[in-house]
């Protein structure tokens, strides 16, 4: 039996409830396990809630992983991670323990129940587009153009509340950026 190719796949994980940085980590290893290991990931950005409901500030990071899921059991395994993590049902942008978004599954454009690849808003994203173009500088999102362009047409104030707070790349021993110590919550 022939091996299926591992496809490269843009996720964007999200925390602002208990242990940030342990539930980022927690979904990381959770996705490895379930068969969509991190290739690379981002650094976390400390960044203010989307979405206009009271909460405290997530924690984001954009992955690429490496998996040969199709797009619906890779949704089912985001879903299942963030249920692990602890993510219980809430409001639409609502805080939550853990959120896991597919970004980008290749250049495949998506739509089924509940799953729209590339994610429907993440053009208007600033804590989306700035870890993601940190992975891939020259990304392209089908349908809408260069990601870097798209960053630079947003408003200043969507871009400078996007703070980087802790690098992953050594996870799981990670430190605190240095630039981030007074803002950490």
Not at 150 to 158: I, R, T
């Amino acid at each position: 039996m022939k091996a299926m190719a591992k496809y490269a796949v843009y996720l964007g994980l999200g925390s602002n409830l208990g242990d940030r940085a342990e539930n980022l980590r927690r979904g990381l290893r959770l996705l490895a396990e379930g068969g969509a290991p991190p290739q690379a990931v981002s650094r976390v950005y400390q960044t203010a809630p989307w979405g206009g409901v009271p909460q405290p500030d997530f924690y984001n990071l954009a992955a690429l992983v490496g998996t040969d899921l199709p797009p619906p059991q890779l949704l089912q395994l985001a879903k299942a991670t963030e249920r692990a993590v602890g993510r219980q049902p809430g409001p639409r942008w609502g805080a939550r323990v853990l959120d896991i978004d597919i970004l980008l599954y290749r250049e495949l454009t998506f739509s089924a129940e509940g799953l729209k690849i590339p994610h429907v808003d993440m053009h208007r994203r600033a804590f989306v587009l700035i870890p993601l173009l940190e992975l891939a500088p020259e990304l392209t999102i089908p349908g809408r153009g260069g990601a870097a362009q798209l960053l630079a047409a947003l408003p200043p104030e969507e871009k400078q509340g996007v703070v980087p707070v802790l690098d992953l790349a050594a996870w799981p021993d990670s430190k605190p950026l240095a630039v981030a110590a007074s803002t950490e919550k």
